[in-house]
């Protein structure tokens, strides 16, 4: 029960003010919001009570002055959370790596009622080791009763498109920066469902998917027809998706294709206290498979 009153606390306390309108005045840096949610990922990993919740605005760093020391090993002076407006009310919120210069893209799609805020700030400071990562808000609004969260009610080929949109925000303030040609695309539970069919609907785009509390079944045939390489798998030890994944699993490596199975201790249908590592993990997984998915025997089902 704590874990799930936790999970509700930070829903409500952790959503993306709206920024404003990115400036393109000449010399001047587009305006984004930059959030505090690195003391209540770390409260929710420890299941502790947030006690508050601020906001700052900053400048967006422009593709000169976002770099810290010269060189191979150059590092981003800012590095989020950040968000800005698309779609007119919405938003998109997104973390931008340590490492300076052209990083790899993730992008994740959030679940019903489950903001970005949550869906991926709770592992924020780990991504930041992998590359951007990219979260839009959907287009519906849950009830008051969930804090009016951010939530999915159009069909998954507008969710492809305004995904879409929201990298190409991000990208306006990162020029030249998002790595496109080995993407990871992620989703939490109705994300998730959506995540696979994108991919499938652009072979060759997204070749790495990492599916957390959801168990959509595409075959082997249908991942290599769609160019991913490799799946992962993160379900909740508690909830009722892990039985499903490891099924899924198993089927696939049976099928010779990578995939593999995360479990989250102690979790129902929400993070447990070590997702960021479990997340930054499993992407690293995926990542490591550079070819095409034709061959893979290893043990799937964790």
Not at 42 to 58: F, K, L, P, Q, Y
Not at 86 to 97: D, H, K, Q, S, Y
Request: net charge negative.
């Amino acid at each position: 029960m704590l874990r799930r009153l936790s999970f509700v606390l930070l829903t409500a306390l952790t959503g993306c003010r709206r920024a404003e309108t990115p400036r393109t005045d000449a010399g001047v840096s587009p305006q984004v919001t930059v959030d505090a949610h690195t003391a209540l990922a770390r409260d929710a990993r420890t299941d502790a009570r947030t006690d508050a919740h601020t906001d700052a605005h900053t400048d967006a760093p422009g593709p000169a002055d976002d770099v810290g020391d010269a060189g191979a090993d150059a590092t981003r002076a800012q590095t989020g959370p950040f968000s800005a407006p698309f779609l007119g009310t919405r938003e998109v919120w997104w973390i931008a790596p340590h490492r300076a210069g052209r990083q790899r893209l993730m992008a994740m799609l959030h679940g019903v009622c489950n903001p970005p805020a949550y869906t991926c700030g709770l592992w924020a400071e780990t991504a930041k080791e992998l590359g951007f990562l990219v979260c839009p808000e959907g287009d519906g609004k849950c009830p008051a009763a969930m804090y009016g969260a951010p939530t999915w009610n159009e069909p998954d080929t507008k969710i492809d498109e305004d995904l879409d949109r929201a990298i190409a925000t991000v990208e306006a303030y990162h020029p030249g920066e998002l790595a496109r040609d080995a993407p990871v695309l992620l989703g939490f539970s109705r994300g998730a469902y959506a995540a696979v069919k994108i991919a499938a609907a652009h072979p060759g785009r997204w070749p790495y998917l990492v599916i957390v509390e959801a168990t959509p079944a595409p075959t082997a045939k249908q991942l290599r027809a769609a160019g991913v390489r490799a799946v992962a798998l993160v379900a909740g030890e508690k909830g009722a998706q892990l039985s499903g994944q490891r099924k899924i699993a198993s089927a696939l490596a049976a099928d010779g294709f990578p995939a593999k199975v995360w479990v989250m201790p102690g979790a129902g249908h929400h993070y447990s206290s070590d997702a960021d590592v479990i997340l930054r993990d499993a992407v690293r997984w995926v990542t490591s498979f550079q070819g095409d998915a034709t061959t893979f025997a290893a043990d799937a089902g964790q």
